[in-house]
């Protein structure tokens, strides 16, 4: 009984549907009456359009399939190719007329063949004014005769479906797909794609691909094919429009075949391409699998043109970069010039691409990134908080800190918490612990608001989730007192421990959680004594300078100690120890075996440029934590960038170690210069 009453349904839409076809009225009109009044199924369930139009490849005529160099040699370099103006706005263009057109589709479905001249300016001034899929696919059954006709009809189908929302396009799509209309135009563009301009061939195969026409059907195998026999003719922009659909297409024989002739014509042509625009949709296209050299030649073209760089092509650029995985520092430093010089028109979809291609390509450019930091502070109040948080979270992936809109966001944060799920607090945790940055007014306030936050998710948060969150706070230096008992329970511990993923960074992260809970606590006292012992007789490459300085700046290596072990598993790479108007430098023996207060202990820290904050001098979480603990347990600590140090002469580095030693400067200086890419 269900059945049948399917079957009547579907017979009575379908004469609705011819209905329309049949009479003026638009298909926007009736749309209006029934959108949303059926639950959405795939349109490709019908199992007469199966028939109709997707019979799975190959069928045609029995005759095997045909590949790349059959009937032409792609590879040629003396074919001619005919100037011809592409279909990508054909509806706005009056194409060219052909002797041998089509009459319209008649009620029996089948198109009546005429040899005639007729005027198709009040077709397209027609195809224009359509505003949905449907009303081109009405049209396209009562007036179009031409080849030319039934091209622009899908061309213009699909530019107005893309315009769609998603769900939009979800009912759209089953429209056009059980619109009569849309069968036969896709039986018409395969009775004559081998009579099709290079043109419309190229933006019928995108547009049928887009629209959701599978792969393995007769129509898009026949049309790929036919790209193959015409791929000489085509010319530049057909080429970038073709490299598109192909990006989008699973690998196949046609399509590895058509993608590998492909490369090699973009190879030829290259050089004869001055459109930035087409070059950089031919370098998306490409890919990450492209050859180093066409990637260079594509970067080679790009330079040639840069100095006509747009901002929407800078934008356009930086991405295509990402997707051939090629860090080009010319290109990018000219594409964050642009964006810079324009960030204010930049939407902020736009701002996080730019932010995720950065890291992607590992690019650092500080002068790039403070200027969308600058912008987003400067019109933070127009953005959703959500946004903020999205931006923020960008630049923590950069370690890049953006000082200005962290503050602010911190005030609207401790004004109103409520907006604050349990997804955004974790993320605002690992920012700002990893960026190490504290508000400079109403810390505590801060500091509460968050503790407040997270004491709302207890009963819903995970183990995992759990220690993320307390572990972020210990390394700004608060302590959250019902989370962290929740947290060391024996089950919640033995939960974390178990799961062999990711084991050693849960116990590293629970080891970092208690050496807080004893060194933060208020009622921790700076010990008189600490034991230390030597990790390792043998000092890494990298501190082989270092060392080598020390003894001849102090005159024997028993004045320093070195690979030094302490409580907590802490670990500096020299330690000397100083009287405490440090003028003069103690041997370890002297002071090893008892506690004096005159006594100052220098913790040596060779760091990375990885361990600062993007540009600056200022320390990230976990190393600031590190000297906070150092401190605590009675070390002065001096940080020196290792890279800035290698750099220096023998004689530079003896130096540079005795201005750290002897200055009265603040210890924890590194006075180290960050330089980006430019």
Not at 94 to 108: H, I, R
Request: neutral net charge.
């Amino acid at each position: 009984m269900n059945n049948k009453i399917s079957y009547l349904l579907n017979t009575v839409r379908c004469m609705h549907r011819c209905n329309s076809v049949l009479t003026p009225k638009s298909s926007a009109t009736i749309r209006k009456h029934i959108l949303w009044t059926g639950r959405y199924r795939d349109s490709l369930e019908n199992v007469n359009l199966r028939k109709l139009f997707l019979n799975i490849f190959p069928s045609l005529h029995g005759s095997s399939p045909r590949f790349l160099s059959q009937k032409t040699d792609v590879f040629s370099t003396d074919v001619k190719i005919q100037p011809e103006k592409s279909t990508e706005a054909l509806v706005s263009e009056q194409a060219p007329q052909s002797s041998f057109e089509f009459a319209k589709l008649d009620d029996s479905g089948s198109i009546k063949v005429k040899h005639t001249m007729d005027d198709s300016e009040p077709f397209f001034n027609s195809l224009q004014k359509c505003t949905c899929p449907c009303d081109v696919l009405d049209l396209a059954s009562e007036s179009a005769v031409s080849i030319k006709h039934f091209t622009n009809c899908l061309t213009t189908v699909w530019r107005l479906f893309k315009s769609l929302s998603e769900d939009q396009q979800r009912y759209e799509k089953q429209l056009i797909f059980e619109h009569p209309a849309f069968v036969k135009l896709c039986q018409q563009l395969l009775r004559d794609s081998r009579r099709m301009t290079r043109g419309d061939l190229v933006f019928s195969l995108h547009a049928v691909v887009s629209l959701g026409v599978p792969q393995n059907t007769l129509l898009v195998q026949t049309l790929l094919r036919v790209c193959q026999e015409k791929l000489n003719q085509l010319d530049n922009r057909c080429i970038s429009v073709l490299a598109t659909t192909l990006a989008g297409l699973d690998k196949d024989k046609n399509v590895s075949a058509l993608q590998a002739g492909l490369q090699l014509l973009v190879e030829q042509r290259i050089p004869s391409i001055q459109d930035i625009f087409i070059l950089q949709n031919l370098m998306k296209c490409m890919g990450k699998d492209a050859p180093v050299f066409l990637k260079k030649k594509l970067e080679m073209a790009v330079l040639k043109e840069i100095d006509h760089l747009t901002f929407p092509n800078a934008l356009r650029v930086f991405l295509a970069l990402v997707a051939m995985n090629y860090c080009s520092i010319p290109i990018l430093n000219a594409c964050s010039k642009k964006i810079q010089e324009n960030v204010h028109d930049a939407p902020f979809r736009q701002l996080i691409l730019i932010l995720e291609a950065c890291y992607n390509l590992h690019y650092r450019n500080v002068k790039l990134f403070s200027a969308l930091a600058d912008y987003v502070s400067s019109t933070a109040c127009l953005w959703d908080k959500k946004q903020i948080i999205l931006f923020l979270s960008a630049c923590e992936t950069l370690g890049f800190q953006p000082s200005e809109l962290m503050g602010i966001f911190a005030e609207k944060v401790t004004e109103d918490p409520e907006f604050l799920n349990l997804k955004d607090l974790l993320v605002v945790l690992r920012v700002y612990s990893r960026l190490n940055y504290v508000p400079k007014h109403q810390k505590h306030l801060f500091f509460e608001t968050l503790h407040s936050c997270l004491n709302k998710y207890l009963l819903q948060i995970s183990n995992t989730e759990l220690l993320k969150a307390v572990y972020s706070l210990c390394i700004l230096g608060y302590l959250p007192h019902r989370p962290l008992d929740q947290l060391l329970q024996k089950d919640s511990r033995d939960e974390l421990l178990s799961d062999d993923l990711y084991k050693g960074q849960k116990e590293m992260m629970l080891r970092c959680v208690k050496a807080c809970m004893e060194l933060d606590s208020p009622s921790f006292t700076k010990p008189a004594f600490v034991l230390t012992e030597n990790f390792s007789p043998l000092v890494s490459l990298n501190l082989r300078k270092a060392r080598e300085a020390l003894i001849e700046l102090l005159g024997d290596e028993n004045m320093f100690q070195q690979n030094v072990q302490l409580p907590y598993k802490y670990h500096i790479d020299f330690e000397i120890r100083m009287d405490s108007d440090r003028k003069k430098v103690f041997p370890i023996a002297a002071t090893d075996d008892h506690a004096d207060s005159s006594v100052q202990r220098l913790a040596f820290l060779f760091v990375p440029v990885s361990a600062f904050c993007l540009g600056t001098t200022h320390p990230q979480g976990k190393l600031a934590m590190k000297m906070r603990h150092l401190n605590k347990l009675g070390y002065h600590v001096i940080l020196i960038l290792n890279k800035t140090f290698q750099e220096m002469t023998n004689e530079g580095a003896v130096e540079f170690l005795k201005g750290k030693i002897y200055s009265e400067n603040d210890f924890t200086s590194a006075e180290v210069t960050v330089q980006d890419n430019n």
